[in-house]
T-cell receptor
Framework: DAKTTQPPSMDCAEGRAANLPCNHSTISGNEYVYWYRQIHSQGPQYIIHGLKNNETNEMASLIITEDRKSSTLILPHATLRDTAVYYCIVSGNTPLVFGKGTRLSVIA | ETGVTQSPTHLIKTRGQQVTLRCSSQSGHNTVSWYQQALGQGPQFIFQYYREEENGRGNFPPRFSGLQFPNYSSELNVNALELDDSALYLC??????????????FGEGSRLTVL
């Protein structure tokens, strides 16, 4: 079973920041937080991952709380092409276990 | 694009038949994982291969089997197909990274319909 809890769906206005929350209260010290997204009819796409510190890349920012029990994925300026299902996954050196994710709808 | 290619993209089989799905990994990646994604669900882990050996398996019966070849390409075989096997089958390649699963590079999937 997935070790994370995410809201089933969220809406975001185009051009605004999309903040996607994830709870992972049972995360272990050696487990990373991964985010993937899946656009309709495509394979999942890696976005970002982190262990303790906040991370940023060209796609998104990942904010992990100090106790590591939750995190937030931030898409700074959402576009219509960011409409997708977003998966938050915690994993050490084990296969990724996907839950049902959050369906993000970006609205014009 | 991820550099991971899967074939065929779509196929239809009947119950009881056998199917083979193929995956070509991204260059330099020695690990391949297979996932099954039913409609409306997240991908479910089937198994992983590292350097031609099975390196982990999810909760799938033995009629789901796989191979990894010396060039790190891979096959997923499913025998005695059942209606519930209808799904999108995803292949993902990655370099083996000590201590972390690392980034997986997914293909576009093979959509199997069992009638």
């Amino acid at each position: 079973d997935a070790k994370t809890t995410q809201p089933p769906s969220m809406d975001c206005a185009e051009g605004r920041a999309a903040n996607l929350p994830c709870n992972h209260s049972t995360i272990s010290g050696n487990e990373y937080v991964y985010w993937y997204r899946q656009i309709h009819s495509q394979g999942p796409q890696y976005i970002i991952h982190g262990l303790k510190n906040n991370e940023t890349n060209e796609m998104a920012s990942l904010i992990i709380t100090e106790d590591r029990k939750s995190s937030t994925l931030i898409l700074p300026h959402a576009t219509l092409r960011d409409t997708a299902v977003y998966y938050c996954i915690v994993s050490g050196n084990t296969p990724l276990v996907f839950g049902k994710g959050t369906r993000l709808s970006v609205i014009a | 694009e991820t550099g991971v290619t899967q074939s065929p993209t779509h196929l239809i089989k009947t119950r009881g038949q056998q199917v083979t799905l193929r995956c070509s990994s991204q260059s330099g990646h020695n690990t391949v994982s297979w996932y099954q994604q039913a409609l409306g669900q997240g991908p479910q882990f089937i198994f992983q291969y590292y350097r031609e050996e099975e390196n982990g398996r999810g909760n799938f019966p033995p009629r789901f089997s796989g191979l990894q070849f010396p060039n790190y390409s891979s096959e997923l075989n499913v025998n005695a197909l059942e209606l519930d096997d209808s799904a999108l089958y995803l292949c993902a390649s990655s370099p083996m990274v000590r201590g972390a699963t690392g980034e997986l590079f997914f293909g576009e999937g093979s959509r199997l319909t069992v009638l």
